[in-house]
C-alpha cells in the first residue's frame, strides 16, 4: 500500500511540474504572439473605429422641434374633452413662463432706471 501512494504521490508531482511548466510555454508563446498582433492591429483597429463612427453620424437621423411634435402630440391629444382643455393651458402657462423668464430682467432693468433717475433729480412724484 505504501509503495503504490508513493508512486501516486511522484507522478502526482511530475504531473504537477510538466504542467507549470507547459503553462509557462503557453503563457510565453500567447504573450509573444498578444504583443506582436497588437502592434500589427493596433492602427488597424483605430482605423476601423474611425470609420464606424463617421458612419454612424452619417447614418443617424437629426430629429427638429417640429418632428417630436409631429410624434407626440397625438399620444397627449387622446382622451376626453377636459384632457385636451388642460394640455391647452399647460401649454398657454409653459409659453407665458418661457416669456416672462425673458422680459423680467428688462422690466427690471428699467425700474431701477426710472429709480436711479429719481434719487438723481430729487423731483419724483410722492
Same mark, same amino acid.
Given at each position: 500500500m505504501s509503495a503504490k501512494k508513493?508512486?501516486?504521490?511522484? +507522478?502526482?508531482?511530475e504531473n504537477l511540474i510538466v504542467n +507549470?511548466?507547459? $503553462?509557462? $510555454?503557453s503563457?510565453? @508563446?500567447?504573450?509573444? +504572439? !498578444?504583443?506582436?498582433?497588437e502592434l500589427v492591429s493596433l492602427p488597424k483597429? !483605430? !482605423?476601423?473605429?474611425?470609420? $464606424?463612427k463617421e458612419e454612424e453620424a452619417k447614418n443617424?437621423?437629426?430629429y427638429s422641434l417640429w418632428d417630436f411634435a409631429e410624434f407626440t402630440?397625438?399620444?397627449?391629444?387622446?382622451?376626453?374633452f377636459m384632457i385636451r382643455v388642460q394640455l391647452m393651458f399647460s401649454f @398657454?402657462?409653459?409659453?407665458?413662463?418661457?416669456?416672462l423668464n425673458v422680459t423680467h430682467p428688462i422690466?427690471?432693468?428699467?425700474? @431701477?432706471?426710472?429709480?436711479?433717475?429719481?434719487? +438723481?433729480n430729487v423731483s419724483c412724484p410722492n
Amino acid at each position: 500500500m505504501s509503495a503504490k501512494k508513493s508512486t501516486i504521490k511522484g +507522478d502526482m508531482q511530475e504531473n504537477l511540474i510538466v504542467n +507549470d511548466k507547459n $503553462k509557462k $510555454k503557453s503563457n510565453l @508563446i500567447q504573450d509573444e +504572439d !498578444e504583443s506582436c498582433s497588437e502592434l500589427v492591429s493596433l492602427p488597424k483597429k !483605430e !482605423e476601423m473605429v474611425a470609420k $464606424k463612427k463617421e458612419e454612424e453620424a452619417k447614418n443617424k437621423k437629426t430629429y427638429s422641434l417640429w418632428d417630436f411634435a409631429e410624434f407626440t402630440f397625438p399620444f397627449l391629444w387622446k382622451g376626453g374633452f377636459m384632457i385636451r382643455v388642460q394640455l391647452m393651458f399647460s401649454f @398657454i402657462l409653459m409659453f407665458l413662463a418661457k416669456g416672462l423668464n425673458v422680459t423680467h430682467p428688462i422690466i427690471l432693468k428699467y425700474a @431701477i432706471e426710472n429709480i436711479q433717475e429719481c434719487l +438723481d433729480n430729487v423731483s419724483c412724484p410722492n
